[in-house]
T-cell receptor, first 111, second 114 residues
Framework: RKEVEQDPGPFNVPEGATVAFNCTYS??????FFWYRQDCRKEPKLLMS???SGNEDGRFTAQLNRASQYISLLIRDSKLSDSATYLC????????????FGGGTRLMVKP | DVKVTQSSRYLVKRTGEKVFLECVQD?????MFWYRQDPGLGLRLIYF???????EKGDIPEGYSVSREKKERFSLILESASTNQTSMYLC?????????????FGPGTRLLVL
C-alpha cells in the first residue's frame, strides 16, 4: 500500500461545479497534513494546511478524518483557474519526520 | 516573498557525466530539500539538510550526493549520471526544523540523461 494515496484523475468538471478529492494515508502517527497545488510544468505551492477541526479558505474546504485516515479537499464554484494537480502531503514517514507527497489528483475545469 | 532559485530549467547530459544541480534560497531558511518528481510516482525525497554541512538521506539517495557549504545554497550531485535519473528535480526550503513548516519550492530542473 502506498504511504499517501490519491486518485490520479483527471476529474473533468464544468465551471461552477463542486468537486471533492480524497487522500488516504497509512501512518496513523502522522500529525501534519497539507494540500499543495501544482500547475502544469510549475513547482508545487501550498494551498492550505489541514487541521483536526477542518478549515475553510474561500471556496476551498479541507477536512481530516483521523479514524479512517483520510483527508479531503472540497472546491465549490469551480473556476477555470482551478485547473491544476492537487497534491496531498503528510508528515511522519521518512527520516526526520519530513513530508511525504501523494501522486496528485489532476483537476480540469471546462467552460 | 520567499524565493528559491535553481541553476537550470533544462539540462541534457550524457550517461556517465557528473552533474551539478544548484539551489539557492534568499530567506535564511535552515532546511533545504531535494526531490525528484516522476509521472505516477509523485515527489520523492532524495536528500535534505538541517543546517550548513549537515545532510540526511531521504527515501531515494542512491546515485546522488549533496553539498551544503553555505546556508543559502544546497547542491545535488549526480556522480555518474544514468538514464534512470532522467527526471524533474525540485529544490525546496523551509524555515524551521519541523515538518509542519511550509516548504517553498524552486521552479525545477528538467534533466534528460542520454
Amino acid at each position: 500500500r502506498k504511504e499517501v494515496e490519491q486518485d490520479p484523475g483527471p476529474f473533468n468538471v464544468p465551471e461552477g461545479a463542486t468537486v471533492a478529492f480524497n487522500c488516504t494515508y497509512s501512518n496513523s502517527a502522522s500529525q501534519s497534513f497539507f494540500w499543495y497545488r501544482q500547475d502544469c510544468r510549475k513547482e508545487p505551492k501550498l494551498l492550505m494546511s489541514v487541521y483536526s477541526s477542518g478549515n475553510e479558505d474561500g471556496r476551498f474546504t479541507a477536512q481530516l478524518n483521523r479514524a479512517s485516515q483520510y483527508i479531503s479537499l472540497l472546491i465549490r464554484d469551480s473556476k477555470l483557474s482551478d485547473s491544476a494537480t492537487y497534491l496531498c502531503v503528510v508528515n511522519g514517514y521518512n527520516a526526520g519526520n519530513m513530508l511525504t507527497f501523494g501522486g496528485g489528483t489532476r483537476l480540469m475545469v471546462k467552460p | 516573498d520567499v524565493k528559491v532559485t535553481q541553476s537550470s530549467r533544462y539540462l541534457v547530459k550524457r550517461t556517465g557525466e557528473k552533474v551539478f544541480l544548484e539551489c539557492v534560497q534568499d530567506m535564511d531558511h535552515e532546511n533545504m530539500f531535494w526531490y525528484r518528481q516522476d509521472p505516477g510516482l509523485g515527489l520523492r525525497l532524495i536528500y535534505f539538510s538541517y543546517d550548513v554541512k549537515m545532510k540526511e538521506k531521504g527515501d531515494i539517495p542512491e546515485g546522488y550526493s549533496v553539498s551544503r557549504e553555505k546556508k543559502e545554497r544546497f547542491s545535488l550531485i549526480l556522480e555518474s549520471a544514468s538514464t534512470n535519473q532522467t527526471s524533474m528535480y525540485l529544490c525546496a526550503s523551509s524555515l524551521i526544523s519541523q515538518a509542519q513548516e511550509t516548504q517553498y519550492f524552486g521552479p525545477g530542473t528538467r534533466l534528460l540523461v542520454l
